[in-house]
């Protein structure tokens, strides 16, 4: 990651794993819960920490499989939950707002001889009666990254997180520190526009096929 500058937070939550075979069919994985990295229903991939977690393990049905689908996020009914009693990996009181509005999904934090940048990406437009209550409905702009990658077997090659991605976005025209106002934050807008999702609505647009935090090995490969 030296072309990205020193990069001093790269985490992201996943859920809803799916494998893909060659006819499109989608096998769920059924994580492991390990009491660190990922539950049942959700895993913490840390790309950066003393302890990082660069792997999701799970089983899965018997098939030939040539591509990957996941979300990148917490589902709600486990998004405004209590970190002080959650079970791991929603455990970590650094990657979570408040009640109200949840979990950090991506926490993106880089720094260079030009500057700092950090991207810390949630649900936003989430309603209740204070910061320390959880919303009753699903929030306005969810914000969850539907990704697809085909081409490859994902249990033998991995998925590519796009860190350069988010290095051309701290250089971009007013770029810079972007924790929530997506829609209207100048600082958010270069950046925003690589996670294939409406920022009025937060939901995915061309079912989240523009996307650029992550990739196909030989997509990345032939660039």
Request: charged fraction near 25%; proline fraction near 5%; include cysteine.
């Amino acid at each position: 990651m030296d072309e990205v500058g020193t990069v001093r937070d790269l985490r992201f939550y996943v859920s809803d794993i799916e494998l893909l075979d060659q006819a499109g069919r989608a096998y769920p994985l059924s994580l492991r819960s390990d009491q660190q990295w990922q539950s049942e229903r959700v895993a913490l991939v840390d790309m950066v920490g003393e302890n990082s977690n660069i792997s999701i393990r799970g089983e899965v049905g018997n098939a030939a499989f040539s591509g990957i689908r996941f979300t990148m996020g917490v589902p709600f009914e486990l998004n405004h939950a209590n970190p002080m009693i959650a079970a791991a990996p929603l455990n970590r009181g650094d990657l979570f707002w408040s009640w109200q509005s949840g979990y950090k999904f991506l926490r993106v934090d880089l720094a260079d001889a030009a500057g700092e940048w950090s991207f810390h990406w949630g649900s936003t437009g989430c309603v209740s009666a204070s910061a320390v209550r959880a919303p009753g409905a699903p929030c306005a702009q969810p914000n969850r990254v539907k990704v697809e990658l085909r081409g490859f077997d994902p249990t033998r090659y991995p998925v590519l997180v796009r860190a350069d991605e988010f290095f051309r976005s701290m250089h971009a025209p007013g770029s810079g520190t972007c924790t929530g106002n997506y829609a209207d934050d100048a600082a958010c807008a270069d950046v925003y526009t690589k996670t294939g999702l409406r920022p009025q609505d937060g939901q995915c647009e061309a079912e989240c096929r523009h996307q650029r935090l992550f990739s196909a090995p030989e997509e990345r490969d032939a660039e």
